[in-house]
């Protein structure tokens, strides 16, 4: 698939064959919503459709709702990813992947302090997973608390010394730190090491990359690395 191969012509085949063989597959057509559809071409809104079809197969399919409120987020449809999303952590109350999505969704609607709350019980049942440890770090420099987003990405910067932690992670939370020579670094890392998180947390269509783009050295980056369409609008 593409976040492997970093091949979208191979990925788009593989998924629309995935689908024609199978179209009540519902994680090949929502990763085909969310990743193919959304975080690589940009398109929105069949996204947010492909997503809307995969949970109509699976209705009481937590993991159905929980793609398909990042789908919404991703849309600007925040109201209704929230409501996908507390539906999906009713569904199955024990999966991290429903609670974290719930922080992210949150965080991406602009309801900060609530994201912030649930990021302590998506961080507790995880371990402190990295996903939710960076998107701790952009929603405390949204809120407008830089120093508490700083010590975030200080402790996944400590922890990288000791286990894996996402290069591309750290890049985010680098960059809700204001810290650009240390994001610029990670991000390099990243492509070489050809992190799969690269293709959604770079992607320009992904809410926490703006401050990536802000800075004029990530985006020749880009350049550099053969990723220039994601500099396209």
């Not at 398909?68 to 209704?80: D, R």
């Not at 991290?96 to 965080?107: C, D």
Request: charged share 25%.
């Amino acid at each position: 698939m593409y976040s492997g191969a970093w091949d979208k012509a191979e990925a788009e085949r593989e998924f629309l064959r995935a689908l024609e063989l199978n179209p009540r597959y519902i994680q090949a057509r929502d990763w085909y919503a969310l990743f193919y559809l959304q975080f690589s071409e940009g398109r929105l809104s069949n996204g947010m459709t492909q997503a809307k079809l995969a949970l109509e197969s699976d209705p009481l399919s937590s993991y159905a709702h929980t793609v398909y409120s990042l789908t919404c987020a991703n849309a600007g449809k925040h109201a209704e990813a929230v409501k996908a999303s507390r539906r999906a952590v009713e569904l199955d109350s024990e999966s991290y992947l429903a609670r974290g999505t719930l922080q992210a969704v949150l965080q991406l609607g602009g309801w900060f302090e609530e994201s912030v709350a649930v990021s302590e019980l998506a961080l507790a049942m995880s371990g402190r997973h990295s996903w939710s440890m960076a998107v701790l770090a952009v929603t405390l420099a949204d809120w407008g608390r830089p120093g508490d987003a700083d010590a975030v990405y200080a402790e996944m910067l400590a922890r990288a010394r000791r286990q894996y932690m996402p290069a591309a992670l750290l890049a985010v939370a680098a960059s809700a730190a204001g810290r650009q020579d240390e994001t610029i670094r990670h991000a390099n890392e990243a492509f070489e090491v050809r992190d799969p998180a690269c293709q959604l947390y770079f992607s320009r269509h992904c809410g926490y990359s703006a401050r990536l783009y802000a800075y004029p050295r990530f985006r020749e980056m880009l350049a550099h690395m053969g990723r220039s369409e994601w500099l396209l609008d």
